[in-house]
């Protein structure tokens, strides 16, 4: 687990980078928040930025290697899932106390609408989104925020393994440009931070889905809660 302690991001304030290692087993991840939150006991945000992407080929399935396939899941939904429910305990005392906090996960315009090659990464990411409209719904009542944050093709290391970056780099959104419209998204307080495509995909697909999500729980509620 290592911290990168820096100033800025893209320009913007930022706090020291934690990076816990996704392949470590649960009670080191619970040791890595016990020790954030003792270094910073005033944390009340966190962006959960980890993924690893790679190519599977169904019609070539003796290709496909199951060790890639769990780590995908391991690293890009697993070990999100269990960070947040390490942390929760904290920006929830944080509620209590009147003071809100942020919870921000970072998915995929993938998760609304999958590229086939990368269909592992997509499923992924979809978990992670739906995850993220779940938390939203049933934390609804707290002072616990869930800001999830879509991006598009962006320039980056991710697809450095597959050899696909110089081809890539002719159609992602450069770096600084997802970076500005993200800090504009989350500082005019978005539940949903969709950026270029990203944007559109949510636009065409999720319209009044979180409504859905939370009017259906809340009716569920009341019928279980009455029985």
């Known amino acids: 687990m290592d911290s990168v302690g820096t100033d800025t991001i893209c320009g913007y304030p930022w706090m020291p980078i934690s990076k816990p290692n996704p392949d470590t087993g649960e009670n080191e991840l619970k040791e890595f928040v016990q020790g954030t939150l003792s270094k910073f006991p005033e944390l009340d945000a966190v962006i959960f930025s980890s993924g690893i992407q790679h190519i599977f080929n169904f019609t070539k399935p003796e290709t496909i290697d199951l060790n890639k396939f769990q780590d995908e899941i391991r690293t890009n939904y697993v070990s999100i899932f269990k960070l947040i429910v390490f942390f929760l305990p904290h920006f929830l005392k944080l509620s209590d106390e009147g003071r809100p906090s942020f919870i ?14 990368v269909a592992n990464y997509c499923a992924t990411k ?16 707290t002072k616990v925020n869930v ?3 879509l991006p598009p093709l962006v320039e980056s290391e991710l697809h450095d393994h597959q050899g696909t970056t110089p081809a890539l780099a002719k159609a992602w959104m450069p770096l600084d440009e997802f970076t500005k419209n993200a800090m504009d998204g989350l500082i005019r307080g978005d539940p949903q931070v969709a950026v270029g495509t990203a944007a559109k995909s949510v636009s065409k697909y999720e319209q009044d889905k979180q409504e859905t999500v939370q009017r259906l729980y809340d009716e569920m509620n009341s019928i279980t809660s009455s029985t």
């Open 104 to 117: 921000i996960p970072i998915t995929s315009g993938l998760s609304i609408v999958p590229f086939p090659r």
């Open 126 to 141: 979809a978990a992670l989104h739906s995850l993220d409209i779940s938390l939203r719904t049933q934390l609804a009542k």
């Open 147 to 149: 800001i999830e944050i």
